[in-house]
Structure formats: structure tokens, C-alpha cells
């Protein structure tokens, strides 16, 4: 805790204050991961969305297929 010690504070507002550096810090660990994840597509997200679209396609052309068949 940067703040323990420090002789214009009481012991309980240099505990608050500790938490927040560990909350503060916190956060940018998570921003930083968040832009990392962003910045950089997921090839495996991607692979299996082009899975998906392919199967979407084909449930599109069965569909289109039975609906001639009436």
C-alpha cells in the first residue's frame, strides 16, 4: 500500500486508498486485456462462424428448395 505510513492520513483512509490503487490497477490490467482481444481477431471465433454461415446456407437452399417443391 503506497499510502500506509503516510503522516497526513489516518490508518483507515490509507486502507481506502490502498484498495482503490489495487482496484485502479485492476482496471487497467482489464483494459489492456480487452484491447489485446479486440486489436487481434479470434481464429478460432472466425473458424467457427464460417462453419455457421456455411450451415445457414444450406438450411437456406433445403428451405427454398421444399417451399418449390409445394
Known amino acids: 500500500n503506497?499510502?500506509?505510513g503516510h503522516p497526513h492520513l489516518?490508518?483507515?483512509q490509507a486502507e481506502i486508498l490502498g484498495e482503490?490503487?489495487?482496484l485502479s490497477r485492476a482496471l487497467?490490467?482489464?483494459t489492456a486485456l480487452t484491447r489485446?482481444?479486440?486489436e487481434s481477431p479470434n481464429d478460432?471465433?472466425?473458424l467457427?462462424?464460417?462453419s455457421l454461415e456455411r450451415q445457414m446456407g444450406l438450411v437456406?437452399?433445403?428451405?427454398?428448395a421444399s417451399v418449390w417443391s409445394l
Do not use: G
Open 48 to 50: 467457427q462462424l464460417r
Open 10 to 12: 489516518s490508518p483507515l
Open 60 to 64: 437456406l437452399t433445403l428451405f427454398k
Open 28 to 30: 487497467k490490467s482489464l
Open 2 to 4: 503506497p499510502y500506509e
Open 36 to 38: 489485446k482481444l479486440n
Open 20 to 22: 482503490y490503487v489495487k
Open 44 to 46: 478460432a471465433l472466425l
